[in-house]
């Protein structure tokens, strides 16, 4: 993890942290330029860059991938999934059409994005021979472990790389010589189906992530962090960087006012519209329904998640964002405006569990609401909209366990947002968490996460107890 810098000490910047001086746009483009640099003509074989959310990790990745390819260093790429891949080849055509760029793909029935067969510019195949040569090529993970025979690429980078596990690094590391590794040390540790307790502590745990196990081996490589979110509005940037990156802090990109969130229709009353209004206004909004002990799917927290989605869509909202100009660094510059209405492809539903997941979705279905996304914070892991709509993960539990405790898991939900995140728990978690205090085993040898889930759970209910909407269904 990146170094804290404290005042008085070598690398502390302190526009960072200074509001009258600090320029989003100016700072972003200084750590890009740095990150760039120590890319193209640094001599480690390795250079880590932690993200915050909304920080432009994939403009990074796309833009280190054109000037690398500029330079005349072909380059691999490493996502996690293949709807990252799809997007990178995407976003790779969009900035430079003329770019040959091969997509790796499986042997699968439908194993990419379609739309790639409209790019003249990319070729697909399930074989890494095929696509020798090209400047680009890019493909998840898993299938890269498969290359054989190939002459190793000069160049690599690896994105999401905090969600690749170092098992899955150690399959790939054959193919490259060097390697920009991007990602967000807040999300999700990665996924394993099986233990790991038999390794912890080791410096070649192949559950950690790959960036732990590279730094672990590698503790000289050069760290950089992009310092701004531009998806975070100045509302919530200070409270997830607070919460879940206290080593390597971050601010918003906006100001306050920057970004409005504006309703045509007044409020009912009800406990949903009030906690909709409160969330326009301020950013956040909690509607605590009555301390319980529930089932997981709770069927009147199910109920209210979608009720205030619902609210959302019959108030006619209308978001307001700036606009970023770009320069011809590629870094934003003064903003201008625009108004968008509050349509249900823009608003989402995050969950703790899939189950839970699947009673929000019925519950508004039987609302008559349909293109709203609804998914566990997994897969809503990497993505952005204007206004979520969140079950807390300790909503009505009896017991506050590692998995309802796991920081990127709360992370992931609460920095989802453009304009507003709304809440839904029941009341009396905070009593639970003093009740459960963490009783996981210290292991040797493991640095300790920090913040910790609990701790990190206490900060985030103590700030939305400032936007707290008492309702009883």
């Known amino acids: ?138 493909s998840t993970a898993a299938k890269w472990a498969h290359v054989r025979g190939v002459e190793p690429w000069r160049h690599a980078i690896v994105d999401e790389a905090y969600q690749m596990r170092s098992d899955a690094l150690l399959a790939v590391a054959g193919l490259f010589e060097r390697a920009l590794f991007v990602g967000d040390p807040g999300q999700l540790d990665p996924f394993a189906i099986v233990g790991a307790e038999q390794w912890a502590g080791l410096s070649y745990d192949p559950s950690a992530s790959a960036v732990t196990t590279l730094l672990a081996h590698n503790p000289d490589l050069p760290q950089h962090r992009l310092p701004v979110s531009w998806r975070l509005p100045a509302s919530a940037a200070p409270l997830v960087s607070d919460a879940f990156y206290p080593f390597t802090p971050f601010r918003s990109g906006t100001g306050h006012g920057d970004r409005r969130l504006t309703f045509a229709v007044a409020s009912d009353g009800s406990g949903p519209d009030r906690v909709i209004d409160e969330a326009a206004e301020s950013g956040w909004g909690l509607l605590e329904l009555p301390a319980g002990h529930t089932p997981r799917t709770d069927p009147e927290a199910i109920r209210a998640l979608a009720l205030v989605v619902r609210r959302l869509l019959d108030r006619d909202g209308t978001a307001t964002s700036e606009i970023p100009q770009l320069s011809s660094g590629g870094t934003p510059g003064t903003p201008a405006t625009d108004a968008t209405p509050l349509t249900a492809d823009r608003i989402a539903v995050g969950t703790a569990h899939r189950d839970q997941a699947a009673a929000v979705r019925a519950a508004l279905a039987e609302l008559g609401v349909q293109e709203v996304t609804v998914d566990t914070a997994n897969r809503l892991q990497g993505r ?14 009896p017991d506050a366990t590692a998995f309802h405790l796991e920081t990127g898991r709360l992370c992931v939900l609460t920095s989802r947002h453009r304009h ?47 936007h707290r909407v008492p309702w009883k269904p």
């Open 1 to 138: 993890m990146t170094a804290v810098f404290e005042p008085g000490t070598a690398g502390f910047d302190p526009t960072v942290f200074d509001p009258t001086v600090f320029d989003p746009g100016a700072e972003a483009a200084r750590a890009t330029d740095a990150i760039l640099r120590d890319t193209l003509h640094g001599t480690h074989r390795g250079v880590v860059v932690d993200s915050p959310p909304g920080a432009g990790k994939s403009t990074l990745v796309v833009r280190a991938a054109l000037e690398l390819a500029a330079a005349g260093r072909p380059l691999m790429v490493i996502a996690q999934t293949n709807a990252q891949v799809d997007d990178l080849v995407l976003r790779l055509a969009a900035k430079n059409p003329e770019l040959p760029v091969g997509r790796l793909h499986s042997s699968d029935a439908d194993p990419y994005d379609k739309a790639l067969d409209d790019l003249p510019s990319v070729r697909k195949s399930a074989k890494a021979g095929e696509l020798a040569g090209l400047d680009v090529v890019i």
């Open 384 to 397: 952005e909209f204007d206004v979520t709509v969140v079950l807390h993960p300790l909503s009505g539990r």
């Open 420 to 466: 507003a995140c709304i809440v839904v728990c029941r009341a009396g978690v905070t009593d639970l968490l003093d009740d459960h205090p963490s009783t996981e085993p210290v292991q040797l040898g493991v640095t300790v996460k920090f913040p910790d889930g609990w701790e990190a759970s206490h900060a985030v209910l103590s700030h939305l107890s400032e």
